[in-house]
């Protein structure tokens, strides 16, 4: 079936960038989301790329998509105290069902 | 603009006790979904619903049941709850295509 896999922590110092990796297996998937999840918070969407594109830049994060081996990164740049969240990668094939990573923890060392 | 609403944030029940988890959507989306998310995992899916009327089961459905009468409403009932059943709770709205709106969650423990 569908898997979406990310390391679970990653430990940056503030104003470094940070790349959080994903991979997932489904290789009709239309859409790739990551959310964010904040202590106590449900999970909110971050940035989005469509399976037809390479890269898309927003502010401080880029997201990288190499379809040929089905990896999806994340890059927060200047990364803040703030930024210390669950980051969960999801990929969804235009159907109803989307698939979630487990999530990795981002830890900000001031 | 409220979203995705769910009512209650917090619950504490004891074993064997029932309850039903709210989750209301003023999106006019057809997706609802519920999912749960235990300490330092991720979220698995509970239950889901493509329309009124219509829902079937995800992952973990043992336990639970749900209806979806309106597009609106989308309540997760607990019968019989159990120490396994402590959670977090997220409800999720959308649309084919589109990405999801969650619920801020319901906090539950069974003790």
Redesign the interface.
């Given at each position: 079936g569908e898997d979406v896999e990310q390391s679970l922590f990653l430990s940056v110092r503030e104003g470094d960038s940070s790349v959080i990796n994903c991979t997932y297996t489904d290789s009709s998937s239309?859409?790739l989301?990551w959310?964010k999840q904040e202590p106590g918070?449900?999970?909110?969407?971050l940035t989005?790329i469509f399976s037809n594109m390479d890269m898309k830049q927003d502010q401080r994060l880029t997201v990288l998509l190499n379809k040929k081996d089905k990896h999806l990164s994340l890059r927060i740049a200047d990364t803040q105290t703030g930024d210390s969240a669950i980051y969960?990668c999801?990929e969804?094939g235009?159907?109803?069902k989307?698939i979630?990573?487990?999530?990795t923890r981002l830890f900000v060392k001031a | 603009n409220a979203g995705?609403t769910q009512t209650p944030k917090f619950r504490i029940l004891k074993i064997g006790q029932s309850m039903t988890l709210q989750c209301a959507q003023d999106m006019n989306h057809n997706?609802m979904y519920w999912y749960r998310q235990d300490p330092g995992?991720?979220?698995k899916l509970i239950y889901?619903s493509?329309g009124a009327g219509i829902t079937d089961k995800g992952e973990v459905p043992n336990g639970y049941n749900v209806s979806r009468s309106t597009t609106e409403d989308f309540p997760l009932r607990l019968e019989l709850a159990a120490p396994s059943q402590t959670s977090v709770y997220?409800c999720?709205s959308?649309r084919?295509?589109s990405?999801?709106?969650?619920?801020?969650?319901t906090r539950l423990t069974v003790t």
């Amino acid at each position: 079936g569908e898997d979406v896999e990310q390391s679970l922590f990653l430990s940056v110092r503030e104003g470094d960038s940070s790349v959080i990796n994903c991979t997932y297996t489904d290789s009709s998937s239309t859409y790739l989301y990551w959310y964010k999840q904040e202590p106590g918070a449900g999970l909110q969407l971050l940035t989005y790329i469509f399976s037809n594109m390479d890269m898309k830049q927003d502010q401080r994060l880029t997201v990288l998509l190499n379809k040929k081996d089905k990896h999806l990164s994340l890059r927060i740049a200047d990364t803040q105290t703030g930024d210390s969240a669950i980051y969960f990668c999801a990929e969804n094939g235009g159907g109803f069902k989307t698939i979630f990573g487990a999530g990795t923890r981002l830890f900000v060392k001031a | 603009n409220a979203g995705v609403t769910q009512t209650p944030k917090f619950r504490i029940l004891k074993i064997g006790q029932s309850m039903t988890l709210q989750c209301a959507q003023d999106m006019n989306h057809n997706y609802m979904y519920w999912y749960r998310q235990d300490p330092g995992m991720g979220l698995k899916l509970i239950y889901y619903s493509v329309g009124a009327g219509i829902t079937d089961k995800g992952e973990v459905p043992n336990g639970y049941n749900v209806s979806r009468s309106t597009t609106e409403d989308f309540p997760l009932r607990l019968e019989l709850a159990a120490p396994s059943q402590t959670s977090v709770y997220f409800c999720a709205s959308g649309r084919q295509g589109s990405p999801l709106h969650f619920g801020n969650g319901t906090r539950l423990t069974v003790t």
